[in-house]
T-cell receptor, first 111, second 114 residues
Framework: RKEVEQDPGPFNVPEGATVAFNCTYS??????FFWYRQDCRKEPKLLMS???SGNEDGRFTAQLNRASQYISLLIRDSKLSDSATYLC????????????FGTGTSLTVIP | NAGVTQTPKFRVLKTGQSMTLLCAQD?????MYWYRQDPGMGLRLIHY???????AKGEVPDGYNVSRLKKQNFLLGLESAAPSQTSVYFC?????????????FGEGSRLTVL
């Protein structure tokens, strides 16, 4: 079983739409959770960390459910510039601080 | 502020040739990583290092070797390249603290093995 599983999409949404991405992780020892963004042919960059209480950064809201081993990302009022691949990432510090990546969910925001 | 720098950015090899990818970071990070990214597979960890002079195997280490002689540099070597090693390679670095997540990535190195 993969460490991190995501729906690959693609998600094609109109500008202004709200879109949600989901992710599950298999190892309950995972301690830290993140969403990274990767533009075409570029390196991944941290979008936001995900906390148990849920957290928001502008139009982006991340949620974590440790009991279900489930992570989500909600994007409100989508912009053309949000078009990218979104990577779900988990971290287990006690295994050499290894990070485990999902395969990514592709988002295209359409004018 | 350079961050994480990878060289070369592009390379074409013939089967059986060898090469080394260099990763350099100027953020004084303890931890460094080499990943490969293939379509539909996501990023997979090849090798990583938790400090100068140390290395460890990741998820897909076969066919690769690494060295971390200096804290700021992490080298990835292919001794005898194979077409299956055609991929985009990313180097990353991070602080060792618990609960901090930011991996800083280089721009990637695109390798084609013919």
């Amino acid at each position: 079983r993969k460490e991190v599983e995501q729906d690959p999409g693609p998600f094609n949404v109109p500008e202004g739409a709200t879109v949600a991405f989901n992710c599950t992780y298999s190892n309950s020892a995972s301690q830290s959770f993140f969403w990274y963004r990767q533009d075409c042919r570029k390196e991944p960059k941290l979008l936001m960390s995900v906390y148990s209480s849920g957290n928001e950064d502008g139009r982006f809201t991340a949620q974590l459910n440790r009991a279900s081993q489930y992570i989500s990302l909600l994007i409100r009022d989508s912009k053309l510039s949000d078009s990218a691949t979104y990577l779900c990432v988990v971290n287990r510090p006690r295994t050499g601080n290894q990070f485990y990546f999902g395969t990514g969910t592709s988002l295209t925001v359409i004018p | 502020n350079a961050g994480v720098t990878q060289t070369p950015k592009f390379r074409v090899l013939k089967t059986g040739q060898s090469m080394t990818l260099l990763c350099a970071q100027d953020m004084n990070h303890e931890y460094m990583y080499w990943y490969r990214q293939d379509p539909g597979m996501g990023l997979r960890l090849i090798h990583y290092s938790v400090g100068e002079g140390t290395t460890a195997k990741g998820e897909v280490p076969d066919g690769y070797n690494v060295s971390r002689l200096k804290k700021q540099n992490f080298l990835l070597g292919l001794e005898s390249a194979a077409p299956s090693q055609t991929s985009v390679y990313f180097c990353a670095s991070s602080y060792p603290f618990l609960y901090t997540g930011e991996l800083f990535f280089g721009e990637g190195s695109r390798l084609t093995v013919l």
